[in-house]
């Protein structure tokens, strides 16, 4: 019976002689949103083991990474392959930074579920608006047969994305974000990597004994939820609209920031409003791939700071205004 | 290092290595420091060559790069960018992990009782060094590095892009954290230059 349902597909490849084409034929059958759902999905739940490398402004540098999920828990290791050994203890929400050299654990609380891989698009993305998504062809990553999926912008306001999507689980090993030249910002890639294998809690425990280290707290922000506020950009790039609007009392600073972020599903911008007029302190600055923009207006400081082109965060700062 | 792996290497960073060499390639990287540092390095020139930035002794860097396949010494004065294995750490821990985590040693830190109290008052702003691979090189200011954690956590919560503002926010944080070793390097001379001399 299972031979009948299959038989279709296999002769044509057997005929062929490279099976390799089936493999590429049912990929593309799929549809390329469907892939991302899966990628989601894979994200969530793939526990997983291996060497990453990423590349960025020049620098390959690579981390060992284990990576379990256990009742919708989340436990990883990440260790730096050099430098000063420092590693990365996660155990659901609580995370330990350790750092042997300094003899130092640092703490913190994470309410989310970032992962290795959680610059990849959500479900709100709205592709074949600002975005479109397809198959590229199929490829090989960490001796793993993939398919590349491409994100691509429609405009030069937002980055793209390259994704290498393990063939049997989805799980992406590979990522790159692309710049407005078309050239890989960052990437991201799995050397070697073995999927949903048994790990065992010891790979997931400090290799260092941590007993007399020092241990440091993380100050939290203070937010306060859905504030409303006068200020809204006048000429937002298309596909962007608000999503969030918080007051935020930052570390150091007294007043309260009004904190709006704009999104188009994929890429976030923040904008922050406080109190000031230096003037010297407008204009553009970029760290990697995000880029931020100061703007003095009304006696306020506008600084707009997201993942997106320069050109983004300029006209989202410059056009900022009471209603 | 012999010239057949400086060739594969040149050749991955170009994108011109087949799957299969790329891959045995990015195994041994993993496991090679050498080699991610010469990968590294040769994305730099390619960089530099394709005019995406302004590096010392541009004119040269084909030369180096033929120097260096072929195994012939180098000038001392031609400048081509060096991973400082110490910086370049903290902003790779960004791609798995929250900045916000190794933030914790710079945006005051809250200490647990009995922790070493000059760290906890140590509100020392660290100037960022810029990035020399920026066209126009900006200097990122403290309030600037909150509005980064700021949007890192935000973008976050969004479910998107939230790791890349993660990054960006560890890489700003790199450079003070450099900047406290400094300074804590510094007090530990000064406390050091305090000590009664013997007679």
Redesign the interface.
């Known amino acids: 019976m299972k031979f009948r349902r299959f038989r279709p597909l296999l002769w044509p490849a057997l005929l062929m002689g490279n099976l390799s084409c089936s493999a590429t034929a049912a990929a593309e059958r799929v549809e390329p949103s469907d892939w991302l759902n899966r990628m989601g999905a894979a994200v969530q739940t793939t526990s997983y083991e291996g060497?990453?490398?990423?590349?960025?402004?020049?620098?390959?540098?690579?981390?060992k990474?284990v990576h379990t999920v256990r009742d919708g828990i989340i436990r990883?290791k990440?260790v730096?392959?050099?430098?000063?050994g420092?590693e990365?203890i996660?155990n659901g929400n609580e995370?330990h930074?350790i750092?042997p050299d300094r003899k130092?654990v640092?703490?913190?609380e994470?309410d989310?579920?970032?992962?290795?891989?959680?610059?990849?698009?959500?479900s709100?993305?709205r592709f074949g608006s600002e975005y479109d998504v397809s198959i590229v062809r199929e490829?090989?990553?960490?001796?793993r047969q993939t398919i590349l999926l491409a994100i691509r912008p429609h405009d030069g306001y937002r980055y793209g994305h390259r994704i290498w999507l393990d063939t049997e689980t989805a799980f992406p090993l590979q990522t790159q974000?692309i710049g407005e030249d078309g050239s890989p910002i960052?990437q991201?890639?799995f050397?070697?990597i073995s999927l949903n294998k048994e790990i065992h809690a010891s790979a997931l425990a400090p290799s260092y004994s941590t007993e007399n280290f020092?241990?440091?707290?993380?100050?939290s922000?203070h937010v306060s939820h859905n504030l409303e506020t006068e200020w809204q950009s006048k000429d937002l790039p298309q596909g962007f609209r608000a999503?969030?609007t918080?007051g935020?009392t930052?570390?150091?600073?007294e007043h309260v920031v009004t904190?709006i972020?704009y999104?188009d599903?994929?890429?976030?911008v923040?904008v922050?409003i406080?109190p000031g007029d230096d003037q010297s302190?407008e204009?553009?600055?970029?760290?990697?791939?995000?880029n931020?923009y100061?703007a003095i207006i009304d006696g306020h400081?506008v600084?707009a700071?997201?993942?997106v082109p320069a050109i983004t965060v300029e006209q989202i700062a410059r056009t900022m205004g009471l209603r | 290092m012999n010239d057949a792996i400086r060739m594969q290497i040149s050749a991955f960073v170009d994108g011109e290595l087949p799957d299969a060499e790329a891959d045995l390639l990015l195994r041994r990287m993993g496991q090679d420091a050498e080699l991610r540092r010469k990968a590294a390095e040769y994305l730099e020139i390619g960089r530099a060559l394709r005019g995406e930035r302004s590096v010392p002794g541009i004119d040269r860097l084909q030369e180096r790069i033929a120097a260096e396949i072929d195994d012939k010494p180098l000038d001392d004065d031609v400048v081509v960018p060096v991973i400082k294995s110490g910086s370049a750490i903290r902003p790779l821990i960004g791609v798995a992990v929250a900045a916000s985590v190794a933030l914790v040693a710079i945006f005051g830190l809250q200490m647990t009782p009995g922790i070493d109290e000059k760290l906890a008052g140590d509100n020392t702003v660290a100037e960022v060094v810029e990035d020399p691979g920026y066209t126009v090189p900006q200097q990122v200011d403290e309030q600037l590095r909150q509005y980064y954690l700021s949007h890192g956590a935000s973008s976050s919560e969004l479910g998107a892009n939230g790791m890349n503002a993660r990054l960006v926010s560890l890489r700003l944080s790199d450079e003070a954290l450099s900047e406290e070793d400094a300074v804590d390097s510094d007090e530990a001379d000064d406390s050091a230059d305090e000590l009664p001399t013997q007679p």
């Open positions: 060497t990453v490398i990423r590349i960025q402004d020049g620098k390959a540098e690579a981390l990474v990883e990440v730096a392959q050099e430098g000063d420092l990365i996660r995370v930074c750092l130092s640092l703490v913190e994470w989310d579920q970032s992962t290795l891989f959680s610059t990849l698009p959500s709100e993305v490829d090989r990553v960490a001796g974000l960052e991201v890639k050397a070697e020092r241990w440091y707290n993380q100050p922000r999503v969030l918080h935020e930052l570390p150091g600073d904190h972020v999104s599903g994929l890429a976030n923040s922050f406080a302190a204009g553009p600055s970029r760290v990697g791939g995000s931020s100061n400081r600084t700071v997201g993942e």
